[in-house]
């Protein structure tokens, strides 16, 4: 992971660093074993015109539910894709598409799963630019998947609802 | 910014996901391993016999909503929640031919969720008094998640199954009994094999409403099972 965010930094020429945090809400297969979870992230972007690449690490627990002992926690390194749809002045509205890595850990008590799966985001948010900070939220389809030897054959897939509020400095 | 970097970390990102993509873990988190919805069935092979398991409809049985099977046409009793499934358990003993109960109630017995390493415990104690004799009746029930599996049946071959331990400590007065079972569970299917008492029981199929696995065998096929909201008899 930090290999990856080593790279990420010699390959973007960054200049924007930022944070978001928000939650994801379990919706489908999931929604019957989890409840809705606080996420945090941290990011890199770099923008072309109307186009923005962004590498981020995410954090997000999701309660089991109604069972407090248990949780799923979700650690993802993703890339997005971002194209302004419509801007005005210094506030614009962007779309996303994501990718990304999810390593995943069920936790029952100090018992604990691992494995890692997939995961594609699309979303649309709002943003504005104050001077150099950069304001924003955004609302995100989650999609989880386990492929088996390929994008091709995707065996399970489960969704979240994502809401994420932003703060970045451009550097 | 250099795009051929940027598009050879894409394609270092996308080589890493595809070499780490075999784990099985949305679908443990995802997946019911003990579904319980009216219309199922399951047949199993008992050596040079056949078991099956039926699930004949959601009732109301010794206080409480549950579900009721059928295995072999005796009923069972299940509750299922979200952190654990319970059975009713039943011990009489004939005494002056009257029956007497020793337990009736129902008893943990697959704690959820399913994490391999996590056991749990139940114990159950009781003195009752038949015609004069005080009877001190104990029933232990202790549960354990010890695999996870991959196993092939005439059924199919399913993975990511759980292997299962439960072991039933009885003690009626002096006399002590303890039984082992085995279960595998896979996901969305259920109890797929099973070893009790050193008997092997293998599913050969099962069907969910509407769709049947395996061949020959359909649900018109099935005997006809009534509906029975009192419970007659309920063996453990």
Known sequence: MISLIFVSVLSFNLIEVGARIGANTPIGNMERYFTAGALGSVYLAKGFGNNRFILSYENCRLEGAGQPTYNLQLDQISVEYCRSVFSRNNWSLPVYLGFSNIWLKRKLQSLEEKGMVQGADIGLGFLESVKRVKFGIGFFVKSLFEAKGGFLKIENSAYLLSMRVTVGYEL | ?236
């Open chain 2, 1 to 236: 910014m250099n795009y051929n970097k940027f598009i050879v970390f894409i394609l270092f990102l996308i080589f890493l996901t595809l070499n780490c993509s075999q784990d099985k873990i949305l679908q443990r988190a995802t997946s019911d391993y003990f579904p319980l919805e009216p219309g199922w069935y399951w047949r199993y092979t008992i050596g040079n016999d056949t078991s099956m398991v039926q699930v004949i409809s959601d009732t109301f049985a010794y206080g409480h909503y549950c579900v009721l099977t059928n295995r072999d046409f005796l009923e069972e009793y299940w509750i299922k929640e979200k952190n654990e499934i319970k059975k009713l358990f039943e011990k009489k003993i004939n005494r002056a031919g009257s029956d007497f109960i020793l337990e009736q109630h129902y008893r943990l017995y697959f704690e959820l969720p399913l994490i391999l390493g996590n056991s749990w415990s139940e114990d159950f104690c009781d003195t009752i008094d038949v015609l004069g004799e005080s009877i001190i009746f104990q029933h232990q029930i202790k549960g354990s998640v010890e695999a996870i599996d991959s196993i092939s049946t005439p059924a199919g071959d399913f993975s990511d199954v759980y292997k299962m331990m439960l072991v039933q400590n009885f003690q009626q007065n002096d006399s002590v009994k303890s039984e082992t079972s085995y279960y595998w569970l896979a996901p969305d299917i259920g109890v797929v094999k099973k070893i009790e008492n050193d008997v092997e029981q293998i599913l050969i199929e099962f069907s969910s409403i509407g769709s049947t696995n395996n061949s020959g065998y359909s649900k018109s096929a099935l005997p006809p099972i009534t509906e029975e909201k009192q419970p007659k008899e309920t063996q453990n």
